[in-house]
């Protein structure tokens, strides 16, 4: 949009260990295998080096007051950033704007995530600071609205609203995707039958899905992007393994986890896709065979130039 514009590298040890751990064991209480942790740290590292590739501001405590100076705007967003009930994260102040000192504050696709205790007080008079808020969920406007009294408008996910550019797809036998964990019992036994029936195979990324034929964990950011272009479906109980597959027009499923749910449904119900979420046992074919409904692109190119808008008069 013409802007200079850097990411704000906020640091904190305690933050960065704890992902560290999630990342090497992200399907706890359940240890990961040695061989595992092995591969899922590659895939940190190959993420490590994607970042160092951003533009970034210097590296800064998150919980030192008055070290975000010098700015025009501040942009706070978006997953998670107000979820108040986020093992690590949730007691930051900076996502509230607790030492940002410069002349405009805004909240842009701001989320609470899977809280669903409301804004307290104290936060909700810190929102009063922000010149403008927008939020991609449903939830999230309606916990703003109770604490402000105002609903603010309801934006895409960064993702979805700003697509890269589609990779070349992985060049391998026909196959489908799984993304995720958490998966309920019913859905492996179901996956496997309907990718039997249609001559694929199962390529897990990112994390084990013992049900699928291949485990793909040390995936970087592009070899990720690369699976899902090249992937006949999806199956995910990710929000962006979701978005990713909207972006990619991909034949998917939804299958939320109580982590996720609530991020899951509203994105869904928002683009018109609420019959590609499976909470229970159903049919997999009338979902993964068929195309995306086009209306389906149809609603995202809508909220797409109203959220551009939206970010627009933000940043006026």
């Not at 990961?32 to 940190?44: G, I, W």
């Not at 998150?62 to 986020?86: F, K, P």
């Not at 013992?210 to 040390?218: C, N, V």
């Amino acid at each position: 949009m013409g802007h200079d514009a850097v990411l704000l590298d906020h640091r904190e040890r305690r933050v960065d260990m704890a992902e560290w751990r999630c990342a090497l064991q992200p399907l706890l209480p359940v240890p990961s295998s040695r061989e595992d942790r092995t591969r899922h740290a590659a895939k940190v590292r190959a993420f490590a080096r994607a970042v160092e590739r951003l533009p970034r501001s210097a590296p800064f405590p998150a919980r030192q007051g008055g070290v975000l100076c010098g700015y025009d705007t501040v942009i706070i967003g978006s997953d998670e950033v107000w979820n108040r009930s986020h093992p690590w994260h949730g007691s930051s102040g900076v996502f509230w704007g607790e030492g940002i000192c410069g002349p405009r504050l805004v909240a842009y696709a701001a989320s609470c995530g899977n809280h669903a205790g409301g804004i307290d007080p104290w936060r909700a008079e810190a929102l009063g600071r922000f010149s403008a808020i927008a939020v991609r969920d449903r939830t999230t406007r309606e916990m703003v609205r109770q604490a402000t009294g105002q609903a603010p408008p309801l934006v895409l996910d960064p993702v979805l609203q700003f697509p890269p550019d589609q990779p070349p797809p992985l060049r391998r036998a026909p196959y489908a995707l799984v993304y995720g964990h958490d998966f309920p019992e019913w859905i492996g036994p179901a996956v496997r039958q309907w990718a039997a029936r249609r001559g694929l195979r199962l390529l897990a990324v990112g994390y084990r899905a013992d049900f699928a034929d291949e485990q793909w964990l040390e995936a970087g950011p592009q070899g990720f992007a690369c699976a899902v272009a090249g992937a006949q479906a999806v199956i995910t109980t990710m929000f962006h393994g979701s978005v990713f597959a909207l972006n990619a027009h991909k034949p998917f499923v939804a299958v939320p986890s109580a982590y996720r749910s609530a991020k899951l449904t509203d994105l869904l119900d928002v683009v018109g896709a609420g019959r590609h979420l499976l909470a229970e046992p159903a049919p997999l074919g009338p979902v993964l065979d068929e195309p995306l409904d086009p209306a389906i692109a149809g609603g995202i190119a809508a909220l797409r130039a109203s959220s551009h808008a939206t970010l627009r008069a933000a940043l006026v």
